[in-house]
């Protein structure tokens, strides 16, 4: 009897024992489990496949390629012209110049004035696009009994003379002619499709520094009312552009041609980071009416001036809630009177585009084809009214 009780005492401790052993196996490997570091998170780049950047890579773009190819299509562009300077108290006096006209020996002694610039060989044969103050100069406008001498200085270091195929100094283009074949060119963009904070390149000569590129983003599209010149629609730019850049390139990432670098807002005189630039559909169409009719057609509907509308004077005129341009003054026999419209109208539309910046209408304007029928939606006497306004060519009125 006492047997069986120890050899039962005996089984219940090795079985205690191995209970023991087994349990303190499984705390151990519970608290290895635990004091093990977590599996690192999976990016969402490693989850998609993509290797991380190495951080010493630079994260800017490379647009050396697009350099390459678009440099050598911009040419340096330098004018002289023989300018009259006036000594003579009466040299503004209408009354006297008609009876006197313009010699020099009368007014004084007459002055060379040099431009330098930039511009675009925009055909393989020859044909630059430039702006109209590089050709003209301080002046802006080109004397038909002495036209400036134009070099063309090429990248490949030839210099030619240039002639002058058109000038239109309200867009402020020029299209010159040189002697030459096989020239590099870069092919147009369409400045449509551009948006705000794209990459850009400008490229020209700035303070006579050949082929100089800098890089920027475009900052605003459709700048109307700068006073820079009579049509306005300028593609706006943070790449550098200084005197001298007049006339060059802007360029997408693509290498294609989508503006004309033509001016700078400074109060130094050099960059702030404000450039503009034409739009090259604009550019491209002025090139085409050069080459058709050795001048730029646009519309007009003749002299109307207008001012834009206030709080205080659209109640006035009983429509608080107008938003447009006040007819102030019109030429009677302007095309826009004999289509109606007085002074006290409130110009709200243009063939249905809504209208409350003058920059805006005077675009739409000479956009429109010669010959057509503008549709005019004016406010008077706090009715919208419709009014049917023939378009015609500027310089007939």
Partial sequence: MRAQRFVFALLILACGFLAGLLLTGRIRASATEDAAPPPAPQTAAARAGVQSQPPNQSALPDFSSVAARTVPAVANISSTQVVARSNSPFANDPFFRYFFGDDPDLYGQPDVERSLGSGVIVSADGYILTNNHVVAGEQGRISLRQLPAITVSLADKRELRAQIVGVDPTIDLALLKINARNLPTMPWGDSTQLKVAQWVLAIGNPFQLNQT????????LGRTSLGISGYEDFIQTDAAINPG??????????????????????????YQGIGFAIPSNLARRVVSDFLKYGEVRR????TV???PMTTEIAAQLGAPDARGLLVQRIARGSSAYGGGLRPGDIIVGFNGTAIQDGGVLMRLVQDAPIGSTATLDVIRDGRRVQLKVPIVRATEQ
């Avoid at 890089?215 to 605003?220: E, F, K, M, R, Y």
């Avoid at 990432?253 to 670098?261: H, V």
């Avoid at 519309?299 to 003749?302: C, K, M």
Wanted: glycine share 22%.
């Fill in 213 to 220: 590129v800098t890089l920027g983003i475009v900052s605003a």
């Fill in 245 to 270: 850049n007049s006339g060059g390139a802007l360029v997408n990432t693509r290498g294609e041609l989508i503006g004309i670098n033509t001016a700078i807002f400074s109060q130094s005189g050099g």
């Fill in 299 to 302: 519309g007009s509907i003749g």
């Fill in 305 to 307: 001036i207008l001012a």
